[in-house]
């Protein structure tokens, strides 16, 4: 058994060369950029890439390099379960619809007339966001009919960008106070008003679509919990100061006490059904139980360094330090041995 690893900044890939190394695994180097990489992988039997939405030309390539591998017969992370709906809201929305998986109300609509007819009869606030996009970015809460009949008009015409400058703006200057981020960070935001970031060249404006959710109140948190195959680990991640968004937030606890079995017990039911290698759910709670908002095969590695332990899925604990990253690369040899019997 031999694994590629593409290694980009800030992704999984230095957990998982460390860990190849400290283990003797077969392993080496590959840029998934290049042009003959098909080719490359001729000598590799596994694919591991971390990709990442804000990455321009991730966002351009990745699913579809993934998918041509995986359907050559190589193992690759993320598969296709794993892939298909990352960084993609509306697809998220009919996958936990078919597979009655309890949520927020969902809903998207193609053109103006029919956003209007449901804008005259729904309750407000309701949240609305673009299909891409992590950390809380592209989500907003629309208050009236009039403001989202206007965000219809602009998404029905001209369209909306992919990056919030204004939002940008705010939350350097609210992370630079926090200590996380550098004065030459705001700067850099308030040049985004004028020039786009990276990935806002190659995708261009939202357009054609709107997509909403409903609002649960009385929320001052929301609840990470993430599954890998048999395991899972979770964070409960608190609001922005008067603010209803917890994503990217930096306001994170790790007690094990937060989390409740039900909340566990439902992450194993719902990573069975949707069948990934690895999964990221987001949860938010009404009259006591979870309701799952989002999901995503990737996270931010530093986040989740001081979690106290992990869950096995029959909700036992296992305190201490773990390594996640490990627990992919081991379900992807398991995979591998058992095809080859």
């Not at 680990?233 to 989390?259: H, M, Q, V």
Request: charged share 30%; hydrophobic share 35%; proline share 3%.
């Amino acid at each position: 058994m031999r694994i590629a690893i593409h290694d980009n900044p800030g992704s999984f890939a230095s957990k998982w060369i460390e860990y190849c190394k400290d283990n003797s695994i077969d392993f080496g180097i590959v840029n998934c950029y290049d042009t003959d990489i098909m080719e490359q992988m001729k000598s590799f039997d596994i694919l591991l890439w971390h990709h990442q939405q804000s990455n321009p030309t991730d966002y351009f390539m990745a699913k579809k390099l993934l998918e041509a591998l995986e359907f050559s017969g190589k193992l690759v992370f993320p598969d296709h379960n794993t892939n298909w709906h990352f960084d993609d809201k509306v697809a998220q929305k009919y996958l936990f619809e078919g597979l009655e998986i309890r949520t927020p109300e969902n809903y998207v609509f193609y053109d103006l007339k029919s956003l209007k007819k449901f804008a005259k009869s729904s309750s407000y606030p309701i949240v609305w966001k673009l299909k891409g996009g992590s950390g809380s970015r592209n989500v907003k809460l629309v208050k009236n009919e009039n403001e989202l009949i206007a965000i219809g008009q602009k998404m029905f015409g001209s369209g909306i960008r992919e990056y919030d400058a204004v939002d940008g703006i705010k939350e350097a200057i609210r992370r630079y106070k926090m200590g996380k981020k550098k004065m030459i960070d705001i700067f850099k935001a308030i040049a985004h008003l004028v020039y786009p970031v990276k990935y806002e060249r190659m995708s261009g404006k939202a357009w054609g679509y709107v997509y909403l959710q409903e609002f649960i109140p009385n929320n001052d948190s929301d609840y990470r919990v993430i599954v890998i195959k048999d395991k899972a680990f979770a964070i409960k991640r608190y609001t922005r100061p008067n603010d209803f968004r917890a994503s990217g937030s930096g306001y994170i606890e790790y007690k094990k006490e937060l989390f409740d079995n039900e909340l566990l017990k439902t992450s194993f039911e719902i990573a069975s059904k949707v069948k990934t290698q690895c999964i990221a759910f987001d949860f938010v709670y009404r009259d006591g139980k979870p309701l799952l908002v989002e999901m995503s095969y990737g996270y931010r590695k530093e986040g989740y360094y001081a979690c106290e332990g992990y869950w096995d899925s029959s909700l036992n604990w296992h305190s201490g330090n773990f390594n996640p990253y490990q627990w992919i690369i081991e379900d992807l040899k398991e995979t591998f041995l058992n095809l080859k019997k």
